[in-house]
């Protein structure tokens, strides 16, 4: 209440009798037992009107009070009336200044103060004052005082249930039946985001996420029949446009009659506690679903979960493991493998893909994997063990078969090899005898036969020659997978083309080849099949000649991982479709009487190149020479 | 020693056409081999044979033994010993070399280089052990 001036004046008694007794005056004059009888009438009046009336004097002294004055604060007339105002208020510059106000002629409307009772009780008023004045003089003031201890208590209240809403960290609203919202607290406005000039007047439903529509016509037709509705948990779109997990309290508002007027409504963010619910279920299903074993103990070893990929692996319900102790699942042998994993785990050790065998509920044997870590609470402290068990008796056996298989396969192609190589060995001895024989005989009894007999010889011993060289080729299109590991050094190129070229110097003095190269790198192959290599490819460019003497060019570039060489003749020349096939082993595109040779010189090329871990690989045309490529891969070492 | 006739045969076409003139011997398999190098010592030591052509791989006893009893020989054990044999791995060449031979020789694939052995043979004649 604030301390204004007061409108209404508060008039003397006597003067208001003398008042209507002038009014009277024009016919008769009023008795003096009329004037008597009126005054105490009025008198008994204001002793005993219901509202404390006081004069107070100029410097305090109260002149005189009320019934209902010396009610209000509980005095005798004696201990109040002649006594100082300021006595009785309980902030004297309180009283100092409404006391100062009124000399100054102001007039007091609803101006607060406390006053003393007689029982020491502070009781709150609200003071209505003027002066009354006679020729300019301070007589006496006139005094109405209010009782407000009640509304005071009561706005008390109010400001302290204002002050518990606002300070709510939840957001609590009202609302009409209609939905229309009517308050909001700042618990609203932080969770919602809309403040409360926005929001205020707007239907509930701007809050609503968009699949929940439906709610809002629901509660609010609950909250009508007197329903509450208690933590329900739905969810609502903020200003932003996020949406919140939300756990709402909605009451009916009652007026005093206890008719519906509105609702309010409690709503807490649970987004929080949703998603770490959520993310727990959300593990807890993977756990559960997952079809490796997984299963947790304390560190005494007692098992304390069981999810269904342990009930499949090992045959027990949960029930019947639960509470027990891990060393149920040992084989009998690995049973001191479990204390040392517990040790290991309470040392905040992890132990990783450890190989062992278990024993499922039917007493097989299972090889598993075990991967079992330490489980902390809050603290770090380790409070048992997680373990994950994999069945790897399937894995187990696969590699057995794998490994087996791989033997068996690296066996075989041994014996292969070994086969081929001593075959073609072995063939050379029958071979030389035909050889040399023919010779022989074709020397001994050469006369004899007659040029006819030598010509047939000839063929003879030109078939032996070329077995012989067949099974040459044969032994080292063998040898050179038989090299075994891989090379461990490099080979310089140009000095294994230097040895190809000493080879091949009759060739060459003889055909006057003329060959030109670039520089050579070093690469990760093994020198006699690097020297193979060129030695086959320039061989093979010097007999396919034309004729003009071979003109032949070496050279390398590297091209990003990997060496790129060239072989570049001006010889005969080969049709495009047959580029695939002179790589084929005996495979030739001339006969022995165009061109000799074997049909194995590129398919050991190809042997040697490849698995060097590179490609070979010819273009030319016929007539117009060919350039022979191949890629050897750089090791960056 | 050498137990293919046909080797045998180009051995002396060898031998003549580099005009080696004297006996040759020929002994098919191991143990013939081995009796005549033991009943050597039982001799005068005139009967050394001026040059031994040996194949490594003789039936029933090996040509290592018997290089092994020629070089142990108290009369003969100098006797110049060329082995001709129709393999040349790096282990018979240096068993070979270790047992005592003179040279290793693998038996040519034609028939001029296997005569062309013949010069061989007269070198080795010539030496004095």
């Known amino acids: 209440m604030d301390r204004s001036e007061t409108e209404t004046q508060l008039v003397s008694p006597a003067a208001v009798e003398s008042e209507t007794a002038l009014n009277r005056l024009p016919n008769s ?23 404390p009336l006081q004069w107070v004097a100029e410097d305090g002294t109260i002149l005189w009070a009320n019934d209902a004055g010396l009610r209000l604060l509980g005095y005798l007339r004696e201990e109040y009336v002649g006594h100082n105002i300021v006595e009785f208020h309980v902030d004297e510059s309180v009283i100092l200044d409404i006391l100062r106000r009124l000399k100054n002629n102001e007039e007091l409307r609803d101006y607060e103060s406390r006053l003393r009772c007689k029982d020491g009780s502070i009781r709150d008023v609200a003071i209505n004052s003027s002066v009354y004045r006679e020729d300019g003089r ?37 609302k009409s039946l209609s939905g229309i919202i009517q308050s909001w607290n700042p618990g609203a406005e932080r969770i919602f985001g809309y403040t409360a000039e926005e ?9 609503a996420a968009p699949e929940r529509a439906d709610e809002i016509p629901d509660i609010l037709a609950r909250i009508s029949r007197g329903e509450r509705v208690e933590h329900f948990e739905t969810r609502r779109k903020t200003k932003s446009g996020r949406i919140l997990a939300i756990s709402l309290t909605v009451s009916p508002i009652r007026d005093s009659s206890g008719k519906i007027v509105g609702a309010s409504k409690v709503a807490r963010d649970i987004t929080l506690q949703k998603e770490a619910s959520d993310l727990k279920e959300h593990l807890a299903a993977i756990v559960e679903s997952s079809d490796d074993a997984i299963i947790s103990k304390d560190l005494n070893g007692i098992i304390q979960s069981w999810n269904r990929g342990a009930e499949r692996l090992f045959g027990y319900s949960a029930e019947e493991v639960i509470g027990q102790h891990i060393s149920m699942l040992a084989a009998p042998e690995r049973v001191d493998e479990i204390p040392d994993i517990l040790a290991r785990i309470s040392r905040g050790e992890r132990v990783d893909h450890f190989e062992t065998a278990r024993k499922t509920k039917d007493g097989r044997i299972l090889n598993v994997a075990l991967t079992v870590s330490p489980i902390r609470d809050a603290s770090g402290a380790v409070i048992g063990a ?7 008796t399937e894995r187990r056996r696969q590699e057995q078969a794998l490994n087996k298989a791989n033997a068996d396969l690296k066996r075989s192609n041994a014996d ?16 030389r005898m035909v050889c040399t024989y023919s010779e022989l005989l074709k020397k001994k009894f050469g006369e004899k036969l007659g040029p006819l007999g030598e010509e047939y010889i000839g063929y003879a011993v030109e078939g032996a020659a070329r077995m012989e060289q067949l099974l040459a080729d044969l032994r080292a299109y063998t040898q050179v997978s038989m090299a075994g590991q891989e090379p461990t050094e490099d080979s310089d190129a140009g000095e294994m083309l230097n040895e190809a070229l000493a080879n091949l110097e009759v060739a060459i003095r003889e055909s006057g080849a003329a060959i030109s190269r670039t520089t050579l790198p070093s690469v990760r192959m093994y020198g006699f099949q690097l020297e193979q290599l060129f030695q086959n490819l320039i061989s093979n460019a010097i007999r396919y000649r034309s004729n003009d003497p071979p003109r032949i060019e070496i050279a390398a570039q590297r091209r990003g991982a990997e060496w790129l060489f060239s072989i570049q003749d001006n010889g005969i020349g080969i049709r495009p479709e047959y580029k695939e096939q002179v790589f084929g082993i005996f495979q030739r595109l001339h006969s022995a009487a165009e061109f000799p040779g074997t049909g194995m010189g590129l398919a050991i090329c190809q042997r040697i190149v490849e698995r060097a871990g590179g490609r070979i690989w010819v273009e030319s045309e016929l007539g117009r020479g060919s350039t022979f490529f191949f890629t050897i891969p750089h090791r960056e070492d | 020693m050498e137990d293919n006739r046909a080797d045998a045969i180009l051995v002396r076409e060898a031998l003549e056409e580099h005009g080696i003139e004297g006996e040759l011997l020929v002994l098919e398999d191991g143990e013939k081999a081995m009796d005549f190098v033991q009943a050597l010592d039982g001799g005068s030591g005139d009967e050394c044979p001026n040059l031994v052509i040996l194949d490594l791989n003789l039936p029933k006893k090996s040509g290592r033994d018997v290089l092994r009893a020629i070089r142990l020989s108290e009369k003969c054990g100098r006797v110049p010993v060329v082995i001709l044999s129709s393999s040349d791995t790096q282990q018979d060449k240096s068993d070979a070399a270790q047992l005592g031979a003179n040279q290793y020789l693998r038996k040519p694939l034609g028939l001029e280089e296997f005569i062309g052995l013949g010069s061989t043979f007269r070198a080795l004649l010539h030496i004095r052990s």
Do not use: N, W
Request: aromatic share 4%; with cysteine.
């Open chain 1, 416 to 431: 292969l090899q070994h086969f081929a190589y001593s075959a073609s060995h072995d063939l050379q001895e029958p071979l």
């Open chain 1, 386 to 392: 997680s373990k994950v068990a994999r069945d790897i």
């Open chain 1, 199 to 207: 929001i205020i007047g707007k239907h509930i439903s701007t809050l």
């Open chain 1, 138 to 174: 301070f007589i006496h003031t006139r005094c109405v005082t209010q009782d407000v201890s009640a509304q005071k208590k009561a706005s008390e209240l109010q400001d302290r249930m204002t002050a518990i809403v606002d300070s709510s960290d939840d957001a609590i609203l009202s």
């Open chain 1, 29 to 51: 004059p009023a008795s003096e037992g009329e004037l008597r009888r009126r005054l105490s009438e009025l008198q008994d009046f204001i002793d005993r009107v219901a509202v």
